[in-house]
């Protein structure tokens, strides 16, 4: 079971870079890790996926180290905008797991002006 | 191109009542989810619908019951509604049901049970 952790949550201000880790030491080899957004009232949006070393968007980068036993989400110069709760899941390509498909707590990130 | 919608927004109802939620998708997905969200908590899966046809159990199914009518249409059905209900329910789908898929969410529907 690839279980996540992340930091409940996180302040920033306005035009600066924000990181979140997450945290997913059981991590199986068929196993992407993926991110979601979101925003009150909204449901989960997804932004970003990865496998392995980086991946980067119109949204965000992520960079996954070698072990793949955390992955670190960068959100590149935030704006007000940016404030909403961010998840990490950790899920695979093969048969159809809902244990991975457990959103947990997520990052709440507050960017303040 | 709608993506995932969801009926209804909001409703109230009182314990014991039934009510069935409603969610559609146009993306032509395999796919759906039911989740509830709780405040201070993350989501939790309730049922899914890995394609057409076949349901199966999540986390918290308890007190719910689900009706994939179609490819584009999943159902959320309490029977006899419990205060321990009150929730915000999201509905997703995917093109496929491999966890790494990613998942479209409608925007919810807020249920409160007197």
């Known amino acids: 079971l690839a279980k996540t952790t992340q930091p409940i949550s996180m302040d920033s201000y306005e035009g600066q870079e924000v990181n979140i880790t997450c945290s997913h030491n059981?991590?199986?080899?068929?196993?992407?890790i993926t991110w979601y957004q979101q925003f009150p009232s909204q449901g989960p949006r997804f932004i970003i996926q990865?496998?392995?070393t980086k991946v980067t968007n119109e949204v965000a980068s992520l960079f996954i180290p070698a072990d793949r036993k955390s992955s670190t989400l960068s959100l590149p110069r935030v704006s007000l905008s940016d404030t909403a709760v961010y998840y990490c899941?950790?899920?695979?390509?093969?048969?159809?797991?809902?244990?991975?498909?457990?959103f947990g707590t997520g990052t709440r990130l507050q960017v303040f002006p | 191109n709608a993506g995932v919608t969801q009926t209804p927004k909001f409703q109230v109802l009182k314990t014991g009542q039934s009510m069935t939620l409603q969610c559609a998708q146009d993306?032509?997905?395999?796919?759906m989810y039911w989740y509830r969200q709780d405040p201070g908590m993350g989501l939790r899966l309730i049922y899914y619908?890995?394609?057409?046809?076949?349901?199966d159990k999540g986390e918290v199914p308890n007190g719910y019951n689900v009706s994939r009518l179609n490819k584009r249409e999943f159902s959320l059905r309490l029977e006899s509604a419990a205060p321990s209900q009150t929730s915000v329910y999201f509905c997703?789908?995917?093109?496929?049901?491999?966890?790494?898929?990613?998942?479209?969410f409608g925007d919810g529907t807020r249920l409160s049970i007197l």
């Open positions: 619908s890995a394609s057409e046809g076949t349901t």
């Open positions: 990865g496998y392995k």
């Open positions: 993306m032509n997905h395999n796919s």
């Open positions: 899941l950790v899920g695979d390509i093969q048969g159809y797991n809902t244990d991975k498909l457990i």
């Open positions: 997703a789908s995917s093109v496929w049901g491999q966890a790494h898929q990613p998942q479209h």
């Open positions: 059981n991590i199986a080899t068929n196993d992407y």
